[in-house]
């Protein structure tokens, strides 16, 4: 199965922009690349999702490389309610049960 | 609209005890999941369902057992609770299978403590 790897935390000032990155090199033509947050205390959330093009959405950015090893989640203005456990995702385009979380990137906002 | 309710939230166990965790979606999702949650880790797949009467094995299924007799309900059993089982519990729904569309929707999560 694909992997993903991300930083196990990043830190960020509020209202400034963050790059959360992910790294896919196994990724396969039919994986997806989706995005999920875990707030404290809470279950996951979903963020945002795609296979080639960038996406926007109204929570955050999604900028794949062109190769598709990679992509980076974009927080444009981080705010203290963004603090959570980021994780990416691959997921193909037909199987439902591979969905592995991995550890996440722990993205820390100070005021 | 409720989503994905579980319950209980909290439950504390004695090591050799059973009990049922519940959840509830009222969205009529096919797909529904049960995952665990140990401190400092991401989430492992414990069972997965794929409609009403189905369910099969994900990561980590020893120790637990699945049913799914009506679509909107999933329940995970534990039949002899072991401390290594101490952990957060999450389910979650999927409207579709797959990478296209499958966004998946999460409970709170249900804490369980095995003594």
């Known amino acids: 199965d694909a992997k993903t790897t991300q930083p196990n935390s990043m830190e960020s000032n509020e209202e400034e922009p963050v790059h959360l990155p992910c790294n896919h090199s196994?990724?396969?033509?039919?994986?997806?690349i989706h995005w999920y947050r875990q707030l404290p205390s809470q279950g996951p959330e979903y963020v945002i999702h795609g296979l080639t093009s960038n996406v926007n959405n109204r929570m955050a950015s999604l900028a794949i490389a062109e190769d598709r090893k990679s992509s980076t989640l974009i927080l444009h203005r981080a705010t203290l309610r963004d603090a959570a456990v980021y994780y990416c995702i691959l997921r193909d385009r037909w199987n439902t049960d591979k969905l592995i979380f991995g550890t996440g990137t722990r993205l820390q906002v100070f005021p | 609209n409720a989503g994905v309710t579980q319950t209980p939230k909290f439950r504390v166990l004695k090591t050799g005890q059973s009990m049922t965790l519940l959840c509830a979606q009222d969205?009529?999702?096919?797909?529904m999941y049960w995952y665990r949650q140990d401190p400092g880790m991401g989430l492992r797949l414990i069972h997965y369902?794929?409609?009403?009467?189905?369910?099969a094995k994900g990561e980590v299924p020893d120790g637990y057992n699945v049913s799914r007799l009506k679509k909107q309900n999933f329940l995970l059993g534990l039949e002899s609770a072991a401390p290594s089982q101490t952990s957060v519990y999450f389910c979650?729904?999927?409207?579709?299978?797959?990478?296209?569309?499958?966004?998946?929707?999460f409970g709170e999560g249900s804490r369980l403590t095995v003594l």
């Open positions: 196994t990724i396969s033509g039919t994986d997806y």
């Open positions: 979650a729904s999927s409207p579709t299978a797959g990478g296209a569309t499958g966004e998946l929707f």
């Open positions: 369902s794929v409609g009403e009467g189905t369910t």
């Open positions: 969205m009529n999702h096919e797909y």
